[in-house]
């Protein structure tokens, strides 16, 4: 998200101890991402892709379904173990974007979701430089829930808070940049931007698991820690929500030319 810290102030964050709850609840950007990616030339057909922080896959998996063909890369070993025992033609190696183990100019794009803030921003586009094409692309986007305008999403991360007060990821504005400040900051072009709000549907019991998943629960508390906020978070949405409903999400995308 935009704006947010990477880090959580005594907390060190491992996403390998999300994994199994990131696999199965954590839900993909909707399909509306990708169709709008391919027309500004993001995901084609037979396009080479390097998935940056893939985490477990969700990205990559989607790009080559629709016929790209797909490296992930993620530091976390669990996230990559995730990754690949779903069923996809994508590929997935336990990498760093600071260290991008493929050879130079072989792939056409990048793309980083959710994830850039955690790199050192200029040895990772060394790294891009040196494994793009002349011309490739880089694609920074989100799919972040709005808690300042969702009373359920607005409720949970005041659990978080009163579990975790470290955690710095919540009360996410929602505000999008014309161009992302590191990138402006550092002579990158912008080729094309959008974005646009959707309503995903959850039950208590997929909110409870992508709450669990979130960077300020399993990602930096202890188990018994996580097993006490899910208990009151179980609670909290028996009162304040049915037992179907949906979390207002907002998506956005920018394509950076790094020449």
């Not at 790209?68 to 190696?93: E, H, K, M, N, W």
């Not at 094409?133 to 607005?154: K, Q, Y």
């Amino acid at each position: 998200m935009h704006g947010i810290a990477k880090t959580d102030p005594g907390r060190t964050i491992d996403w390998s101890q999300t994994s199994g709850d990131y696999a199965r609840y954590r839900p993909g950007p909707p399909e509306a991402l990708y169709a709008r990616l391919s027309a500004l030339g993001i995901g084609r057909q037979g396009q080479r892709i390097v998935d940056l922080g893939t985490g477990t896959g969700v990205v990559a998996h989607a790009l080559a379904a629709r016929g790209a063909d797909v490296v992930g890369l993620d530091i976390a070993p669990g996230q990559i173990a995730a990754a690949r025992s779903a069923a996809s033609a994508a590929q997935f190696i336990v990498a760093s974007a600071e260290a991008i183990p493929l050879p130079m100019a072989s792939y056409d794009a990048a793309i980083a979701s959710q994830c850039w803030l955690y790199f050192d921003a200029d040895r990772a586009l060394a790294e891009l430089r040196r494994v793009l094409r002349p011309g490739g692309l880089l694609c920074t986007c989100h799919f972040s829930w709005l808690p300042r305008e969702d009373a359920v999403a607005r409720a949970s991360e005041a659990l978080i808070l009163a579990h975790n007060p470290a955690w710095r990821g919540g009360d996410w504005a929602g505000d999008i940049p014309p161009i992302p400040l590191w990138a402006a900051e550092r002579g990158l072009r912008l080729q094309a931007m959008f974005w646009f709000d959707a309503e995903i549907p959850f039950s208590q019991e997929a909110w409870r698991g992508r709450m669990r998943a979130c960077r300020g629960v399993a990602a930096t508390l202890p188990p018994d820690a996580v097993a006490a906020f899910d208990a009151e978070h179980a609670a909290l949405l028996a009162r304040i929500a049915p037992a179907q409903f949906t979390i207002r999400h907002r998506v956005d995308a920018h394509i950076l030319s790094l020449a």
